[in-house]
């Protein structure tokens, strides 16, 4: 029986297919609707490469009723619901933005564990703050990590002025994407504010006096927990802000190994440099020699992935087993690198707009690797039944 690898969605939806330009279309007809899934293309990609390896790579996501879901598998190009499946492997790619959705996605892996044990592919990080607070206990990736503090309000902006100057980024404990981060510094006597909302969008506000500035802060952060940190001039010799992706992940004999990087480039001036934020890539290896020299920049990049691989066995030793991990680095002025960020569910999306079709590729065919990896150690299994 072929392993089942179902891949954990937040939700489906449906979006019209539009007619070509050689089709006439009848006033007043209703446009035919196809069925897509979050990350469609990948999970298109890890549907198909996933046949090759003889596993069934199926997408489940939870219903509104509690404890129920629906499971899909592409045939013929298309998602078409195939019953209730039970997994023996769950790929969690839950990105729910909203609370319910989260909850729906946990009480359905609890669901699921109570029909059929199941192996979960990768484990889940808790926020920035904890992981912080893990990494800066290992001597080799202390120096790395920006000083951080929590925001509690008015007093820890005071004190994080005192302690990192007048220039301060402040960033969601649990965001992703870039959403909701906030530059604050001190310009012409005023405290200029910029951003991105909850929606992404750039955003530049201005305040006289600390005052206003931590009233407005305090109302737009609300109930979510926020670190602060100094602000690092992570930027080109052009103002554009940039990070270096890397994407660590698990090969089928279970080691961690590198699948690619990438440069991420933002808009001069912009807080933040990822996709989801307009910002474009650039490969890596080439980008960092026109910028520090040949020499020095391989020098960075395997010190770099040393130091990932490093991080990525440290967080898996308190965190549980994980598939892939993404971090994220910046180089300040200095020619300092800073770990910024690690990613429990990374994007891949860089490789492919940089046409790197081998890491493309890797990165899709890695997670069914060492899945079916997990499925032989595990195994058997109960049988499946829908």
Not at 26 to 43: I, Q, W
Not at 234 to 258: C, H, I, Y
Not at 321 to 340: T, V
């Amino acid at each position: 029986m072929r392993l089942v690898i179902a891949i954990l969605t937040s939700g489906t939806e449906y979006v019209p297919i539009l007619p070509g330009r050689s089709e006439a279309v009848r006033p007043g007809a209703a446009f035919r609707r196809k069925l897509r899934m979050p990350e469609d293309g990948f999970c298109r990609e890890l549907a198909v490469y996933g046949s090759g390896l003889d596993l069934d790579v199926v997408v489940i996501c939870p219903d509104r009723a509690a404890g129920e879901w629906h499971s899909y598998r592409l045939a013929e190009g298309e998602w078409q619901e195939c019953g209730p499946l039970l997994p023996d492997i769950v790929y969690d790619r839950c990105f729910g933005c909203q609370a319910g959705e989260r909850s729906r996605c946990r009480t359905l892996l609890k669901t699921l564990a109570e029909h059929k044990p199941f192996v979960l592919l990768s484990s889940e990080l808790p926020g920035k703050w904890e992981v912080y607070r893990t990494l800066r206990r290992y001597p080799e990736l202390a120096p790395l990590l920006p000083p951080t503090m929590r925001y509690d309000g008015a007093v820890s902006l005071r004190a994080a002025a005192r302690a990192y100057g007048d220039d301060l980024i402040l960033k969601p404990a649990a965001g992703m994407q870039g959403r909701g981060i906030i530059r604050i510094r001190t310009v012409g006597g005023r405290l200029r504010l910029t951003g991105r909302s909850r929606l992404n969008r750039p955003f530049t506000l201005s305040f006289a006096d600390a005052t206003g500035c931590s009233e407005w802060t305090k109302r737009f952060i609300g109930t979510a927990h926020y670190l602060i940190q100094p602000y690092l001039q992570l930027a080109d010799s052009s103002g554009r802000p940039f990070d270096l992706r890397v994407l660590m992940q698990k090969n089928g004999n279970g080691r961690w190994t590198e699948t690619g990087s990438a440069i991420r480039l933002g808009f001069p001036g912009s807080v933040t440099s990822n996709l989801h934020g307009g910002g474009t890539p650039r490969p890596a290896r080439a980008w960092l020699r026109e910028t520090y020299g040949e020499t020095a920049a391989d020098d960075l990049l395997g010190n770099i992935v040393r130091w990932s691989h490093t991080a990525a066995e440290t967080l898996e030793q308190h965190y549980g087993r994980f598939a892939e991990i993404g971090f994220d680095y910046g180089i300040d002025r200095n020619g300092r690198p800073w770990l910024l960020e690690a990613n429990s569910k990374p994007g891949r999306q860089s490789f492919r707009m940089l046409g790197d079709s081998q890491a493309a590729k890797d990165s899709v065919i890695q997670p069914l690797l060492y899945a079916r990896l997990l499925g032989r150690r595990y195994s058997p299994f109960e049988t499946n039944v829908s």
